[in-house]
């Protein structure tokens, strides 16, 4: 049996996904006071690309035969790494609060719910919007405390690329669920990274100073920006893509934002209120709704997730 395939896959690859796409914004903090994003982002993508080939070499997993099978996922790795993050971290960057850029994430399982059905033939029943609707309301409550009115507005620039990078996101999940591969997910993956890492490395050498400080944060931050999020967390994300339906999949992403600030409580100090309590189980409450296949024709056409 399959890793992808098994009873322990299909019980914990959900929480661990979680768990890790999470860790990402936590990692983003720490390496922000001695990095560029840009630059940062290229080198992550670049120790990426060793390490897969390092393992695609061992493994001796079967490689793309035809240019279809290595345009195909690059075209995906553009949009998933290329276009969303590297536009939330220059977002960030340039006057998007990380408040207002985890809020704009989560309005990526809306934009996939409503395009799942006309481009993938995805059966959304009235179940899982009320899943996907509960799970946005808890993710704003989480986030409102953060997102605050004073200060400078915010850059227009910084809104629209912040916009861009979740609809980069949201067209990544649905081209890859569309498209699918046969080749091994290692090699999959090493072809995105190397599609996007040309664009960002070419923005950050035109648009960046670049700075990347030898301190033991960015080591530590790298390190786990690698092993655990550009190999771990995309691994199992492009995993639960082939294998479930992706407007289920997208709903994990609702429990990114609850998990996060839990982090950032346990790492970092900030303290949770009543109001973020509420939405951490609203968000909770609206994954296991969206999560649920719908009665008949869900339990028909779409494999448990």
Same mark, same amino acid.
């Given at each position: ?7 322990? *896959? ?5 929480? !661990? ?27 992550? @993508? ?31 790795? !553009? ?5 969303? %993050?590297?536009?939330? *971290? ?12 985890? $809020? ?7 934009? +996939?719910?409503? %395009?799942?059905?006309?481009? /993938? ?14 799970? *946005?309301?808890?993710?704003? $409550?989480? $986030?409102?405390?953060? !997102? ?25 999940? #649905? ?13 999959? +993956?090493?072809?995105? @990274?190397? =599609? ?17 400080? &030898?301190?033991?944060?960015?080591? #530590? ?17 492009? =995993? ?13 992403? @609702?429990?990114? &934002? &609850? ?6 409580? #346990? ?14 189980? /609203? ?23």
């Amino acid at each position: 049996m399959s890793f992808s395939s098994s009873t322990l *896959f299909t019980r914990t690859a959900p929480a !661990l996904f979680v768990v890790l796409w999470s860790s990402g914004f936590i990692v983003a903090r720490l390496v922000a006071p001695h990095s560029t994003p840009l630059a940062f982002l290229s080198l992550r @993508y670049a120790a990426a690309i060793l390490v897969l080939a390092v393992l695609v070499w061992l493994g001796g997993v079967r490689g793309p035969r035809s240019s279809g099978e290595v345009a195909q996922p690059a075209v995906a790795g !553009l949009l998933l790494h290329g276009v969303y %993050l590297g536009g939330i *971290f220059w977002s960030v960057k340039n006057g998007l609060p990380a408040g207002i850029a985890g $809020l704009f994430s989560g309005l990526q399982p809306l934009a +996939t719910a409503a %395009l799942a059905g006309p481009l /993938l033939g995805e059966r959304v029943g009235p179940r899982r919007w009320a899943g996907i609707g509960l799970g *946005f309301a808890g993710a704003v $409550l989480v $986030l409102a405390p953060k !997102l605050g009115t004073g200060g400078d507005a915010i850059p227009l620039a910084a809104i629209g690329v912040g916009l861009l990078a979740v609809a980069g996101f949201t067209a990544g999940t #649905l081209w890859q669920k569309r498209t699918g591969t046969s080749v091994d997910l290692r090699a999959v +993956t090493m072809i995105q @990274y190397s =599609a996007a890492l040309v664009p960002t490395l070419l923005a950050a050498l035109l648009f960046e100073n670049i700075r990347l400080d &030898p301190v033991p944060e960015l080591a #530590l931050g790298l390190f786990w920006s690698v092993a655990g999020l550009s190999i771990g967390a995309v691994l199992l994300l492009l =995993a639960l893509i082939h294998r479930g339906a992706v407007v289920r999949v997208a709903a994990l992403l @609702y429990l990114v &934002p &609850p998990v996060t600030a839990l982090m950032a409580w #346990l790492a970092f100090g900030e303290t949770l209120n009543v109001v973020q309590l509420l939405g951490m189980a /609203l968000a909770a409450i609206g994954v296991a709704l969206a999560s649920r296949p719908e009665p008949v024709e869900d339990a028909e056409t779409e494999p448990d997730a």
